[in-house]
């Protein structure tokens, strides 16, 4: 799946705005995407409800096996919620991603899961593609932005929020260890053959030597390091001469 990329032209052809095409991470089409969505109130309960079509439509146009969605909330159910909530006052007491993991389970036939538990910062995201978030405070969502930045391998993050007449959601990548772009290489390049010179006394005298038996023979005392760890003298003629 690819956005289309959009550009528009000036009558002098001077500005141009283009937007840049995305692609879907390629692995999301290959396995099962895996999906948690955060909170289960207004939004997460009508956004759990429209994921199966979202499942059946992959399955149809060839996914090879769709999306597995956990559901997580720690929240009971309460007789205020069954007012604009998908629940019942059969159902007040009862945990709201337990119930509703049940009823789309026992409706489309899935395994879908339902935690009774909040979002612990402690704890990375593992298994996990997308996550949507579905909660109504700051501190839930810097919780999610915690949890799906750096080290998580979290492809895209959903976040949607609303109010009595207006609603907003914001879809992107997530700044982790999957979706931050490589780091730019230096302009200038160091010739691998002269490289030891710049920092003659780091190089060890043979293949077998290595870093830790590097550090004792150089001493063990912190002069000892800070003394062996000091570059060549003339490091900076060898520069000149070499690049």
């Excluded at 007449?165 to 230096?186: A, H, I, M, Y």
Aim: proline share 7%; charged share 20%; aromatic share 6%.
């Amino acid at each position: 799946m690819r956005t289309k990329r959009s550009r528009s032209l000036c009558r002098n052809g001077e500005n141009r705005e283009a937007m840049e095409a995305h692609h879907i991470h390629p692995e999301l089409l290959k396995h099962k995407v895996r999906v948690l969505v955060v909170g289960c109130g207004g939004n997460g309960s009508a956004m759990a409800a429209g994921l199966p079509y979202l499942h059946q439509a992959l399955l149809a146009y060839g996914h090879p096996e769709g999306l597995h969605v956990t559901l997580l909330d720690a929240d009971v159910i309460s007789p205020t919620n069954c007012v604009r909530q998908p629940f019942s006052r059969s159902e007040v007491g009862l945990y709201k991603s337990v119930v509703l993991a049940n009823r789309l389970n026992l409706f489309w036939g899935l395994d879908w899961a339902g935690i009774p538990e909040r979002l612990d910062t402690n704890r990375r995201l593992d298994g996990v593609d997308i996550v949507i978030g579905c909660v109504d405070t700051r501190k839930a969502r810097a919780a999610i932005a915690k949890c799906a930045e750096d080290w998580s391998e979290i492809d895209y993050w959903l976040d949607l929020g609303n109010n009595a007449d207006s609603g907003q959601f914001v879809l992107g990548e997530p700044l982790n260890r999957k979706n931050r772009p490589p780091p730019k290489s230096t302009s200038r390049k160091i010739n691998p053959r002269n490289a030891s010179v710049f920092w003659s006394p780091m190089t060890p005298t043979s293949t077998a030597n290595s870093s830790w038996s590097y550090w004792k023979s150089a001493g063990t005392s912190p002069s000892a390091r800070r003394t062996a760890a000091k570059p060549s003298p003339n490091w900076k003629s060898t520069i000149s001469t070499c690049c």
